[in-house]
């Protein structure tokens, strides 16, 4: 098969609902790539709230999950440029990545999967944010 599978996300609060989302990835390619969005793009992204672990403490964590093969901080300023650089075969989003879609087609010919949601009434960060904070 030998293909580079490349997915993103904050990871913050990591469940098994990402686990589950780097198994689904894992399965279409020999290496993934996880891009672990940057602190300063979560302050641009003005429906994003604070993260409860910083940057590099995010990629700490991924990084030590062994069906990830190499974990990377993206670019705050430029999403595309990790993409330009890794030249993933697929790039395989989550459920909830629907604005980069058309991006990503218009920009990249690559193919472009989209994972299937884990079970996202118990396993997503915003309802496990909530709960701590009751």
Known sequence: MNKKVMC?????LLHVGHLDYFKQAKEYGDYL????????TKELEQEKKDVAFCEHERLQLI???KIVDEA??????DHFKI????????????????????????????EILRGKPYKTHHHKSSIIREKILR
Do not use: C, M
């Open 63 to 65: 990084s030590s999950i």
């Open 33 to 40: 790539i996880v891009v672990i969005a940057r602190d300063k």
């Open 83 to 110: 993409i330009e650089e890794k030249k993933p075969d697929i790039i395989f989003l989550g459920y909830d990545h629907p604005k980069i879609e058309e991006s990503l087609k218009e920009k990249f010919n690559i």
């Open 8 to 12: 993103f996300g904050t990871f913050d």
């Open 72 to 77: 990377v901080l993206g670019y705050p300023e």
